[in-house]
């Protein structure tokens, strides 16, 4: 079994809509990063949290240590938002572990 | 303040080479962590250093090595070099001065090994 399972894999939605990606992990963590990457590979940490709901812009992130899951939600998608995300649960030392990414795009 | 700095940007080499990666942090950062991405193994942790020492290390074998520099510019080497090290190589900083301080990536290192 994977630590880090994101779901869903892949998602297409409609320009405006309310995305939600999920993440269920079983390692213990002491926080948890949402990456996003843009082909050609560049990443960018959209949030680290460790506790609570972190709200950034029209993203929004939320965590549950107790149930060891976290949700990454987009209100009013946009073409831009396409991208990979990743959500990386952080290990005690830095060390992070990675889902496998959920593919977005989005369409006008 | 310039973001993390990778080179070079692409490296072909071959089998049974070794190749040298660099990665420069944001100026007052001290930990620098590396992954690799492939598409079949996806992301995975190689390394983290902060003040020139290996802080934590992942599942990869001996072959992959890194240093830290005094200046926290870091790099990582892979010797004797195989057909699956072809992947995207990826180096993050933080201030590390504590764990969990926001970790900023570089655009990476693509190294296709033939």
């Known amino acids: 079994k994977n630590e880090v399972e994101q779901s869903p894999q892949n998602l297409t939605a409609q320009e405006g809509e309310f995305i939600t990606i999920n993440c269920s992990y079983s390692?213990?963590?002491?926080?948890l990063h949402w990456l996003q990457q843009h082909p050609g590979g560049g990443i960018v940490s959209l949030f680290m949290?460790?506790?609570g709901k972190k709200k950034h812009g029209r993203l929004i992130a939320t965590i549950n240590i107790q149930e060891k899951h976290s949700s990454l939600h987009i209100t009013a998608s946009h073409p831009r938002d396409s991208a990979v995300y990743i959500c990386?649960?952080?290990?005690?030392?830095?060390?992070?572990?990675f889902g496998a990414g959920t593919i977005l795009r989005v369409k006008s | 303040k310039a973001g993390v700095t990778q080179t070079p940007r692409y490296l072909i080499k071959t089998r049974g080479q070794q190749v040298t990666l660099s990665c420069s942090p944001i100026?007052?950062?001290?930990?620098v962590s590396w992954y690799q991405q492939t598409p079949g193994q996806g992301l995975q942790f190689l390394f983290e250093?902060?003040?020139?020492?290996?802080?934590n290390k992942g599942n990869f074998p001996g072959r992959f090595s890194g240093r830290q520099f005094s200046n926290s510019r870091s790099e990582m080497n892979v010797s004797t070099l195989e057909l699956g090290d072809s992947a995207l190589y990826l180096c993050?900083?933080?201030?590390?001065?504590?764990?969990?301080?926001?970790?900023?990536f570089g655009n990476g290192t693509r190294l296709t090994v033939t």
């Open positions: 993050a900083s933080s201030l590390g001065q504590v764990y969990n301080s926001p970790l900023h």
């Open positions: 390692v213990g963590i002491s926080a």
């Open positions: 949290l460790s506790s």
């Open positions: 990386a649960p952080m290990e005690y030392g830095n060390k992070l572990v």
């Open positions: 100026s007052g950062h001290r930990s």
């Open positions: 250093y902060f003040s020139e020492t290996q802080r």
